[in-house]
RNA sequence: GCCACUGUAGCUCAGUCGGCAGAGCGGCUGAUUCGUAAUCAGCAGGUCGGGGGUUCAAGUCCCUCCAGUGGCUCCA
């Protein structure tokens, strides 16, 4: 290494603004142990200038360091990625025809998509223990830059590569990484070795979509990294009892609802799944009664030409039930919109009449792809909790910002972490540029307005409109979406709506296309998840559940469960077929609310025994107390009990 | 729809080399009458996802269909 190539005065500016002198070999991670001896055992990584570099890299120059460690986004992603890494080395040991294509971080972990014939579980066993050995000899991670030709050379086999090398642009510099015998095209950087993935976790593997038409899937190994097998064995502890949260394991302990074979993707809701439902649409009628909506029902099915008129033949064919009759064809709604625009157009409209708020609750039905379903989130048959609002261009900013503080509410009731989204105009779509971009720029507005923070999603807007879409995430993670805004200026025009104006000219409204909480079936199984079947007092199915301590207390307990219910609460009499503990018990794992036990002290003294479900201590309570503190938790909508 | 995997009692699962279908929980019956997370005993419960094939013999091997699971694609 010639010494005069480096300036002799470089040095390297730290966070804390101290400075460092810059060798011609003065590696990153040489500097950043200078700087920080004890923490520098973290740093897997370094930013130098602001761009991500291998503690090996040597700057040979003046800039900025600062070190990436594991709790850093972009240090997570180096992990993630370096882990990807050494699944691929792991799997070309093991099937050596195997060709990688490409292995980023993604949201939660990483992925590694391969050119191979589909993989089995023996495989994953076998890339299990070859990332093991790797990661036991403690191979380093090193990078080499390289020309073109030599690069083309090393990855003659894999046209993959090649591709990515022939996409390179022209100048910039082509670098590849050796972990062990296994070499990768990659513009890195890496963590120093392979000990630093100690805690790398494969999590599954499945085919892909293939990369273009005609050519066979690509194998993918997802999985995740962290830096030490304890973050490992915690993560897997949480993903555990997520698992132990799932609402098709809870659904059916609590006999929420069931799904048959001989029904796929359409829920059966059983008795205490019904009660949440119907809680469920209380809460949200009782808002649409203040929110001045008028509620309508209309049909399950229309004949194919109204759905050649929303588009939705054209657009959404391919989900659609259909069946005949009277040699015609009819489509099975998969959306309540085009019932609402007939009953718009059914007579001459006012100004007046607007905003005009048409809620519908109605079975919808959409023929998903048979490997999408997933317990109730997503299923073939749902109600949304839907409505469609005819209003002025004036009026479209005062709707929307209702909605949102809506929606913002609904999930504080719940506790529930959200996100909104703003998708804009797809490929395959209906209208034209400047209507989508007024569409766009209300809904951009709106959000803006209203300071709720929002992430873009270009071209995922519904066929006919853009909209602002709701997110919530169930026990594992997986985002889903529930409620929706759609702002449409399409569907009105193409149905043909009308309303005179104060100026007497006749004008088409827009429409918005909203739900608060999306469908009861989607919305419960994210609610399932996240209370963990530990229901707010005011949608548990039971309750109240009344023990009595033996057979003696029996019609006592039945007694007061009676009082109970016709004090409005959902209470149940337990018998006494077991022991007094072993009822406790199965109440507990039925979380039950609230947990009453009558004993001959409770009738002598005419008090009750309460066990309120997360606390194991009973207190004494009287009959009129706990009424009234019970029904004023369940009128309130509190969330705990 | 695509790829892989899975499907045995109401639930969770075992079932070896192809040779009589099993356990725990739950249910029912009886005993026990119990004071805040599992009392004891007995009994019942099966088209081994459906169909076809190989075989003296199939839960087990092969083919096929269905459903579910995890991803992909797509969406409330």
Redesign the pocket.
């Known amino acids: 290494m010639d010494d005069n190539a480096a300036s002799p005065e470089a040095t390297a500016r730290f966070p804390d603004g101290r400075l460092l002198p810059v060798g011609p070999a003065t590696t990153v991670g040489e500097l950043l142990a200078t700087w920080s001896a004890d923490r520098a055992p973290r740093f897997l990584a370094g930013l130098w200038d602001g761009r991500p570099v291998d503690l090996s890299f040597r700057p040979g120059a003046t800039g900025t360091l600062a070190p990436l460690t594991f709790e850093d986004r972009a240090g997570w992603e180096i992990l993630q990625h370096s882990a990807a890494h050494l699944v691929a080395k792991a799997l070309v040991e093991a099937v050596p025809e195997a060709r990688p294509t490409h292995g980023p971080p993604t949201a939660d972990g990483f992925f590694y998509d391969f050119d191979v014939r ?4 023996a495989d994953i066993s076998e890339v299990e223990a070859g990332m093991r050995r790797s990661i036991e000899r403690r191979e380093p991670f090193v990078r080499r830059e390289v020309p073109r030709a030599e690069a083309e050379r090393l990855f003659a086999a894999n046209p993959h590569k090649l591709r990515y090398i022939a996409e390179t642009p022209a100048g910039e510099t082509i670098s590849v990484y050796d972990t062990g015998s296994f070499t990768d095209l990659c513009r890195g950087p890496h963590v120093p070795d392979t000990h630093w993935l100690e805690g790398v976790h494969v999590l ?1 593997f ?4 293939p990369e273009a038409p005609g050519r066979p ?1 690509l ?2 190994i ?1 999985g995740v990294g962290f830096p030490s097998r304890t973050e490992l064995a915690q993560f897997l502890k949480l993903r555990a009892e997520a698992a132990a949260r799932d609402h ?1 394991v809870l659904g ?1 302990r609590q006999e929420l609802f069931l ?1 048959d ?1 001989r029904a ?2 359409f829920t059966f809701w059983l008795p205490n799944g019904m009660i949440l439902v119907r809680e469920l649409e209380r809460y949200v009628t009782e808002h649409l009664r203040r929110a001045g909506y008028s509620e309508v029902r209309t049909p399950l099915a229309f004949r194919r030409s109204v759905f050649e008129i929303s588009g939705h033949w054209e657009h959404y064919r391919e989900n659609f039930f259909v069946s005949e009759a009277d040699d015609d064809e009819y489509g099975w709604k998969p959306m309540n919109c085009p019932g609402a625009m007939l009953i718009f157009g059914s007579r001459p409209r006012s100004y007046r009449e607007l905003p005009m708020r048409l809620a519908e609750f109605a079975p919808l039905h ?1 023929r ?8 109730l989130m ?3 048959e ?1 109600v ?1 909790d839907d409505a469609h609002l005819f209003v002025t261009d004036e009026q479209i900013g005062a709707e929307i910002a209702v909605l949102l503080a809506w929606i913002r509410e609904a999930c504080a009731t719940f506790r529930l972490d959200y996100a909104f989204e703003l998708s804009t105009r ?1 490929a395959s779509s209906l209208g034209d540029t400047a209507d989508w971009e007024k569409a766009e720029a209300a809904l951009r507005q709106a959000l803006e307005a209203n300071g709720a923070a929002y992430r873009a999603s270009p071209g ?1 807007g ?1 066929f006919y409109a853009p909209k602002i ?1 709701i997110h919530l995430k169930d026990s ?1 993670g ?1 985002p ?3 409620g ?1 805004i759609q702002l449409d200026y399409q569907m009105p025009r193409r149905f043909g709506l009308q309303y005179q104006a104060p100026d007497g000219t006749l004008r088409t409204p827009a429409v918005i296309h909203r ?1 608060i909480l ?2 009861w ?2 919305f419960l199984g994210v609610l399932t998840e996240h209370v963990g079947g530990r229901w707010p007092p005011w949608l548990a199915p039971v309750q109240v559940t009344v023990l009595p ?4 207390q029996g019609e006592a307990a039945t007694a007061i469960a009676a009082e109970l219910t016709s004090a409005g609460l959902r209470a149940k009499a337990g018998a ?7 009822r ?2 199965e109440a ?2 039925d979380r039950v609310p609230y ?1 009453l ?1 009558v ?4 009738i002598a003294d005419g008090s009750l ?1 309460l ?1 309120i479900r997360g606390s ?1 201590a ?1 207190r004494s309570i009287s009959r009129a107390e706990f009424v009234a503190y019970a029904t004023a938790k369940v009128r309130n909508r509190e969330f705990e009990p």
């Open positions: 589909p993989l089995t579980p599954g499945s085919a892909t979509e899937p194998q993918r997802r098709r059916q799904f074979e796929p993707g959409r998903e792809a048979s490997g999408t379903l997933h317990g997503r299923v073939r749902f949304q797809p995922e519904a879409d594992l997986r889903w979406q529930t929706t739900t999306g469908s079936e989607r301590v033996t057979d003696r006494s077929d077991a022991t007094l503990p072993k406790i018990r507990e794992l947990i036990v004993g001959d002290k409770e025994s066990r194991k009973p």
